[in-house]
């Protein structure tokens, strides 16, 4: 059974570019939920998507949004990219929201 | 506030000798807590799923205990292929479904 994919898995962006990162998950799963993951700050719960609906959102500002398909594919875009943004973006997906969270590798995501 | 506290640190231990990680949270209502372990440039590995506290579960070496305030991660005779920083998160009934809170991980070295 293949795992959960995201991808690019690194990507460098300048100051002010917007960024798309893609995650497909697990086949059955339709919970897909995203996190940043920094040294500083560790692991933060970013927003969960459930059948093409968002259910719910953590404390980061509105330039970081995503979406889910009715494949249950899902992106994340980030805009007007600031330094802080550099972290690694992982994407977990299950089969319902208190079902055990399967990881991808993630994006490294650096910005210039 | 929901809080996951993660002890020690960082951990060294030689090979064969036993030990245990911990996981303290302080939240308003448990749905469920997760053990993870990571490896450099990779996603969270899921190991662990606890429900209720006096569950136990075990993989291999490892050993994963709840109780009403903290869960433990015993890790009995381990080898140098254990290391890796091991990632403790909850899931809890603050309307916030899908959402995990992470501490801030042990990162355990295993010598030969």
């Known amino acids: 059974k293949a795992g959960v994919t995201q991808t690019p898995r690194y990507l460098i962006k300048t100051r002010g570019q917007q960024v798309t990162l893609s995650c497909s998950p697990i086949s059955g799963h339709r919970s897909v939920s995203w996190y940043q993951q920094t040294p500083g700050q560790g692991l933060q719960f970013l927003f969960e998507y459930f059948s093409e609906t968002q259910r719910n959102k953590g404390n980061f500002p509105g330039r970081f949004s995503g979406r889910q398909f009715s494949n249950s594919r899902s992106e994340m875009n980030v805009s007007t990219l600031e330094l802080g943004d550099s972290a690694l973006y992982l994407c977990?997906?299950?089969?319902?929201?208190?079902?055990?969270?399967?990881f991808g590798d993630g994006t490294r995501l650096s910005i210039l | 506030e929901d809080q996951v506290t993660q002890s020690p640190e960082a951990l060294r231990l030689q090979e064969g000798e036993s030990s245990s990680l911990n996981c303290s949270y302080t939240v308003s209502g448990l749905r469920g807590l997760f053990w993870y372990r990571q490896d450099p440039g990779k996603g969270p590995e899921f190991l662990f799923t606890?429900?209720?506290a006096g569950e136990e579960k075990e993989k291999e070496r490892l050993k994963a205990t709840l109780t009403k305030k903290e869960s433990f991660l015993h890790i009995t005779a381990p080898k140098p292929e254990d290391s890796a920083t091991y990632l403790c998160?909850?899931?809890?009934?603050?309307?916030?479904?899908?959402?995990?809170?992470f501490g801030q991980g042990t990162t355990l070295q295993v010598k030969p």
């Open positions: 998160a909850v899931h809890t009934y603050s309307g916030n479904t899908g959402k995990l809170i």
């Open positions: 606890l429900y209720s």
């Open positions: 977990a997906s299950s089969s319902q929201g208190n079902q055990p969270q399967h």
